[in-house]
């Protein structure tokens, strides 16, 4: 019986075995997994899907009204480190990449974001050595011609989010969301230098001419879009004000729900005099948008850990050296209608605020896509 029962037990082994033989020669090569392209395929393919609903959700977002975020929420978000997030997006994006990585990284962004690389005076991938190069690209001469009927011009290619009248010191981000007009600018200085408060409103105390009135334009960058802005007019350049701050998005969808979203955030405001009075260029950072360049301005530095949320810092363009363009007779930088001023990282968003007589007309609708160079007014 024993005898029996050990036989009967070898067999089992045996069996065992082979078996166990058999499953480790069937994955092909040793221990070694097989590929499976299914996963990689549903994660790129699903996080474009993200972002195809994230935007379209945007855009069904600007038909509703608006439903703001709670002080609560606001500020939370307020807290997230979002600075230190864009500083280590900036250094990522500083990061040389190998030339056979080049191509299918970037052409991956082309896809994703619907760049046009026709109208990039570079068009071989391999030329840009990082992220940031591919995004701070320039554009053939040609592709973006200047409307010479018109007195301003778009100064970025985007989207057009607001525009029209600056009415009770209050300026509109979106429809239906505003912003203070002094908080976003900051005091401004009367006749004889004086920041000390007055009886007219702010929106007053900058008009020159009382014939005259304030009018406002938002334009929206999107991560596809051409990254460099440029002059929208004729105009002299005084004072540069640098606000730090937050770098929340600025993505429509975001800018409806959190009131004075450009005042929270990072912003430099370049402020002078056009033919008609004051004018106004603020570039305002975003998320991994922390760094703002002024061509004219080396000194500049943004999102830098020095600078404290809640403060600003001027910087006088009246009297410089000679390396400085200036007026004839007067103080300034002198900027040309098309000039490139400065560039983002990546997507941001143009504020112009300007003096103009009160018959000044837009030739915009509200979320329009606009170009460098098209005309957006007129006399």
């Known amino acids: 019986m024993a005898a029996a029962w050990r036989r009967v037990c070898s067999g089992l082994t045996v069996r065992v075995s082979s078996v166990s033989c058999s499953r480790t020669l069937s994955t092909g090569r040793g221990f070694l997994p097989r590929p499976r392209p299914l996963p990689l395929l549903l994660v790129t393919g699903g996080g474009y899907l993200g972002y195809q609903h994230y935007r379209r959700k945007g ?215 056009w033919q008609h009075g004051f004018f106004s260029l603020t570039a305002v950072g975003a998320t991994n948008v922390g760094s703002i360049k002024i061509y004219f301005d080396q000194e500049l530095q943004t999102n830098a850990p020095r600078y404290s949320k809640g403060s600003f810092h001027d910087h006088s363009y009246v009297a410089l050296d000679e390396q400085v363009l200036k007026a004839a007779g007067e103080g300034g930088v002198v900027l040309q209608k098309g000039t490139a001023v400065g560039e983002f990282n990546l997507g941001s968003t143009i504020v112009l605020l300007f003096e103009a007589p009160k018959d000044f007309s837009f030739n915009l609708q509200p979320g329009q896509q606009i170009r460098v160079g098209e005309g957006i007014g007129s006399l």
């Not at 071989?124 to 995004?135: K, M, P, Q, T």
């Not at 200085?189 to 009135?213: A, I, T």
């Not at 440029?230 to 729900?257: C, I, K, Q, Y």
């Open 59 to 273: 855009q069904q977002d600007e038909e509703a009204p608006p439903h703001l975020a709670t002080p609560t929420q606001v500020a939370l978000y307020h807290s997230f480190p979002t600075r230190l997030l864009s500083r280590a997006w900036g250094r990522l994006n500083g990061v040389d990449l190998p030339t056979w990585l080049r191509k299918p990284v970037y052409s991956l962004y082309i896809w994703t974001f619907g760049v046009n690389m026709q109208e990039a005076a570079v068009e071989d991938l391999h030329h840009y050595r990082n992220l940031g190069e591919f995004f701070r690209r320039r554009l053939k001469p040609t592709v973006r011609p200047l409307c010479g009927s018109s007195c301003l011009i778009s100064p970025a290619d985007g989207k057009i989010l607001h525009f029209g009248r600056v009415k009770n010191s209050e300026v509109e981000q979106v429809k239906g969301v505003t912003y203070s007009l002094e908080n976003f600018l900051g005091p401004q200085k009367r006749r004889g230098n004086d920041l000390s408060p007055s009886s007219s409103s702010f929106k007053d105390n900058l008009l020159s001419s009382p014939e005259n009135d304030l009018f406002h334009m938002v334009v929206y960058l999107a991560p596809g879009d051409y990254h460099c802005f440029h002059s929208p007019t004729d105009w002299r350049v005084e004072l540069r004000r640098h606000f730090p701050g937050s770098l929340m998005s600025v993505n429509p969808g975001v800018a409806r729900l959190v009131k004075e979203l450009f005042c929270l955030n990072e912003r430099v405001v370049l402020s002078g005099q």
